[in-house]
């Protein structure tokens, strides 16, 4: 069954560093998403990717990140300058089209930042 | 705005009882609706959606979901829980792909032998 991969599955980075998460949405998929979950919280929207460019974004998504589809199959948030609360676990997903609107998550990648 | 509300942080049943995890949403658009399940150190699965379609919708491990406009719910609900049910559940609203979706806050579900 078609899955969304993400890699690393845990990264640690020193405060002030640049990290990048990389994501394989679904292959037929034309929408692609990054969310994050807070240790105990709930997991919250951060922003969506359509036809090459940010179709929406919440306030979380500031200046600090940026997403970017290198290539066919890649869809990569970086942050930069991490800060101590953005550790959290970062979920990619991906929904094939308007008829199909439902995401599906990948496993996700725990940021820990030190 | 969109908003969902998920009562109960915390259910607890026995194993073969009903389960029911309740969740209330807002929405000024007709809705789509999402229950996802989340295992310990895993990702979101999902469980089922709604999409305009049915008003009862079934989803995978035998559970269902029954859309009431008029009560803004969509409470997901199991005949007979099973050890293996045991995680978080997320209630979801959206109202297109390429939109957010705005979880609630989850409720996790234990169940005892």
């Known amino acids: 069954e078609p899955e969304v991969t993400q890699t690393p599955s845990h990264q640690v980075t020193q405060m002030g560093q640049e990290v990048i998460l990389r994501c394989v949405p679904i292959s037929n998929h034309l929408y692609f998403y990054w969310y994050r979950q807070i240790l105990g919280q709930k997991v919250e929207f951060l922003v969506s990717?359509?036809?090459?460019?940010?179709?929406?974004k919440s306030e979380i998504f500031d200046d600090q990140f940026s997403v970017e589809r290198p290539d066919g199959s890649n869809f990569t948030l970086k942050i930069r300058s991490t800060k101590l609360e953005d550790s959290a676990m970062y979920f990619c997903a991906s929904s094939e089209d308007r008829v199909n609107p439902e995401a599906f998550f990948g496993q996700g990648t725990r940021l820990t930042v030190v | 705005a969109q908003s969902v509300t998920q009562l109960g942080s915390h259910v607890s049943v026995s194993e073969g009882a009903l389960v029911l995890l309740r969740c209330n949403y807002s929405s000024s658009v007709p809705p789509y609706l999402f229950w996802y399940v989340q295992y310990p150190n895993q990702g979101l699965q999902l469980l089922l959606k709604?999409?305009?379609?049915?008003?009862l919708v079934k989803g995978i491990n035998g559970f269902e979901a029954e859309f009431k406009k008029s009560e803004t719910s969509f409470h997901l609900t199991k005949p007979s829980a099973h050890m293996s049910d045991a995680a978080e559940y997320f209630c979801?609203?959206?109202?297109?792909?390429?939109?957010?979706?705005?979880f609630g806050k989850g409720t996790t579900l234990s169940v005892s032998s």
């Open positions: 709604y999409t305009s379609a049915a008003t």
């Open positions: 979801a609203v959206g109202n297109q792909a390429g939109t957010a979706l705005i």
């Open positions: 990717f359509y036809n090459n460019e940010i179709s929406e």
